[in-house]
């Protein structure tokens, strides 16, 4: 009897402490954080909108605590494939760009992918403009549908198989990022020929079955495909697909384009490089971009304005008492959307055709007048949904992304300006983005007072810092560091 109530109390205490490990196993591959607020997440077809970033009512949809640093695991999905760009006297193609063999690092080279499977076929010529020389058409695609690479395989939801447009550079800057990637560590991840911008020959048929399957900033999956194409068909000339539409026509343009991205940062307060921001051909900016009473750390120009709808609004809410009232406006601002839901696709179309926005939270009787009474479709341009996926998985490809919440997870918006400023800009400099020091350093420049940095739900900030380091140590960027 005495044999058998030991061996009751022993099996007992077993499963005792077998319920304990299980217990906190558990609790170790929860998300050790609390979300404070997502009510203004936007529900769309995808659940939820990703763009998220300014806060509401103070913390907004900021985590309690920060989220744990995330590394990038090769092991998790398929890396990445180099693609060669065509001559730069070819008129520009849609292609696909098919990911790397499963298990790759995607900042080595491999040049035994096979070849790039075409999805449509120019038939006219180029509206691509070539130092300075421009054409009058624009490109003519018919698209096929993409196909994966065999022997992949990643989760459907990455889709790293993109559009490919042979889109020749503006300039023949002998020392642009361009040409110096190949030699760098980016050199394997780094698509030439991404389509940054999206404009009205991608609103193909074809083109909205591959790319709604993808949500949010990613893809088309929240956009109805009416909607797609009456926003896209404003967007019908070369100043909607290039970067830097008037570059041709700027005096004393020097030979390479050298831009300024500037964050928010509170590593810019008294930092007195408000003049050497402004001396870039282009100035890039996004939302709270507060500028009245901090050229003298920030400069004052703005080219470039990115953003979301849903940001946008936020910044305006949040910013107010310290006279943000909206996008900069001035004759060389252009205004790039961020878009993450079907309202960013609507409120494009009105103020590029100077009518109402039809509905959702931005539903006006009146145009809308966030850009100025004399905003031009021409000075309006939308990030590519590929560009965007393309730019999560093979630069900012956080351990969110095998999480519960990798529907949400995306490239911050002043990442995906930085990153677009890299593909497209000759040289960059970079300021007000986070550095290791951070913590020294208030949330925003222009906080009255001392503010910890946030960390948000939908991005990995401490992945994008390290990233910044990287890029820097490369010599494709350089970044403003105090120390």
């Known amino acids: 009897m005495a044999l058998q109530k030991k061996l009751v109390l022993g099996f007992l205490t077993v499963s005792c402490l077998l319920c304990i490990y299980i217990l906190c196993v558990s609790l170790e591959i929860r998300v050790p954080w609390r979300m404070v607020d997502l009510a203004h997440f936007t529900q769309g077809a995808s659940g939820v909108s990703q763009d998220s970033e300014e806060r509401l009512g103070g913390d907004g949809d900021r985590w309690t605590q920060a989220p744990p640093a995330s590394t990038f695991d090769p092991q998790l999905f398929s890396g990445a494939a180099p693609h060669e760009q065509k001559s730069a006297t070819q008129a520009p193609t849609l292609k696909a760009q098919p990911p790397a063999p499963a298990g790759e690092r995607p900042a080595k080279n491999n040049n035994t992918l096979p070849p790039s499977r075409d999805v449509s076929e120019s038939s006219s010529e180029s509206d691509a403009m070539d130092n300075g020389r421009t054409a009058t058409e624009g490109l003519n695609l018919r698209p096929r549908q993409p196909t994966r690479a065999p022997g992949t395989t990643q989760p459907p939801y990455i889709g790293d198989t993109y559009a490919s447009e042979d889109i020749p550079p503006q300039t023949d800057c002998p020392d642009s990022v361009r040409k110096r990637v190949p030699s760098t560590d980016f050199g394997g991840r780094f698509l030439k020929s991404i389509p940054v911008l999206q404009w009205a020959k991608h609103a193909t048929p074809e083109q909205y079955q591959r790319l709604s399957q993808y949500p ?244 990995d900030l401490r992945m994008e810092m390290r990233l910044w380091q990287q890029l820097h140590r490369a010599g494709l960027v350089r970044l403003y560091m105090r120390q």
């Open 216 to 459: 949010g900033t990613h893809g088309w999956g929240g956009v109805d495909y009416e909607t797609l194409v009456a926003t896209l068909s404003v967007l019908n000339s070369s100043a909607n697909w290039q970067m830097f539409d008037d570059w041709s026509h700027r005096r004393n343009k020097s030979q390479c384009i050298r831009c300024a991205v500037v964050g928010n940062g509170g590593i810019l307060k008294d930092s007195k490089k408000g003049t050497e921001i402004d001396s870039h051909d282009y100035v890039f900016r996004t939302n709270g971009a507060v500028i009245k009473g901090f050229e003298q750390d920030v400069g004052s120009r703005t080219t470039h304005y990115t953003f979301s709808t849903n940001t946008m609004r936020n910044s305006m809410r949040s910013y107010a008492d310290l006279g943000y009232r909206g996008p900069p406006v001035s004759e060389e601002t252009r205004y790039v959307f961020l878009p993450d839901h079907d309202r960013d696709y609507l409120l494009m179309k009105a103020a590029a055709t100077h009518t109402p926005v039809e509905r959702g939270p931005e539903r006006t009787k009146s145009p809308p007048d966030y850009f100025g009474e004399n905003v031009s479709a021409e000075k309006l341009k939308m990030y590519h949904p590929d560009f965007i996926r393309y730019l999560r998985n093979r630069f900012l490809r956080s351990h969110t992304m095998t999480t519960k919440y990798k529907n949400i997870y995306r490239p911050s918006t002043g990442a995906a300006m930085l990153l677009a400023a890299l593909h497209t800009c000759d040289q960059v400099s970079a300021y007000g983005f986070m550095t290791p020091d951070y913590s020294s350093y208030s949330d925003h420049y222009y906080d009255k007072s001392y503010r910890q940095v946030g960390f948000f739900a939908n991005h």
